[in-house]
């Protein structure tokens, strides 16, 4: 069965402090790997799409890297402000989404 | 430009009743979903819209209905609330059934008692 692992499940930072999220899946054929950002009390905000082993997309202080059974969402010299859940998704040959549990993040000024 | 818009924010049902969570699109998006988010576990996709015209059910459809009614609109609803339907359901639309990232709307906040 296809499903999404993300770890770890809460990660606190202090500013500044670089680290990484990580999400391992297992899917029947991948056609795209979703990150996106999430604040308490609204929806998703989508971030990044990945679709092959070895691209990578930035966006300000977010990496985001794609291996054959993982991803990985770097966050370079992060704020307060980039305090969220941060959730991942695959999207299966069968046109299914399947979505992780989140990484929390909390960083401390 | 909304995005993808959601009504009501919150609700408050007694078991049994019934109720209509409504979702719009202003992006010209053929797929549109309904998920629900619970503690620990994830998005869950209720039904989708691959285009208009079509419903599928999708992970967990048991106790609920959908109507897309024209490209704009899909909705939801729950026939006889249940509280097992405590939840924050998410609307998302998608421009093509096949390809591309999901957009969110704001989410509704149901609670059954």
């Known amino acids: 069965e296809d499903q999404v692992t993300q770890s770890p499940e809460a990660l606190r930072l202090q500013e500044g402090e670089s680290s990484s999220l990580n999400c391992s899946y297992t899917v029947s054929g991948l056609r795209g790997l979703f990150w996106y950002r999430q604040d308490p009390g609204k929806g998703p905000e989508f971030l990044f799409t990945?679709?092959?082993a070895g691209e990578e997309k930035e966006k300000e202080r977010l990496k985001a890297t794609l291996t054959k059974k993982e991803s990985f969402l770097h966050i370079t010299a992060p704020k307060p402000e980039d305090s969220a859940t941060y959730l991942c998704a695959v999207l299966n040959t069968g046109n299914q989404f399947y979505f992780g549990t989140g990484t929390s993040l909390t960083v401390i000024p | 430009n909304a995005g993808v818009t959601q009504t009501p924010k919150f609700q408050v049902l007694k078991t049994g009743q019934s109720m209509t969570l409504q979702c719009a699109q202003d992006?010209?998006?053929?797929?549109m979903y309904w998920y629900r988010q619970d503690p620990g576990m994830g998005l869950r996709l209720i039904y989708y819209s691959a285009s208009e015209g079509t419903t599928d059910k999708g992970e967990v459809p048991n106790g609920y209905n959908v109507s897309r009614l024209n490209k704009r609109e899909f909705s939801l609803r729950l026939e006889s609330a249940a509280p097992s339907q405590t939840s924050v359901y998410f609307c998302?639309?998608?421009?093509?059934?096949?390809?591309?990232?999901?957009?969110f709307g704001p989410g509704t906040r149901l609670t059954v008692t």
């Open positions: 992006m010209n998006h053929n797929s």
């Open positions: 990945l679709y092959s």
């Open positions: 998302a639309s998608r421009a093509l059934a096949g390809a591309g990232e999901q957009y």
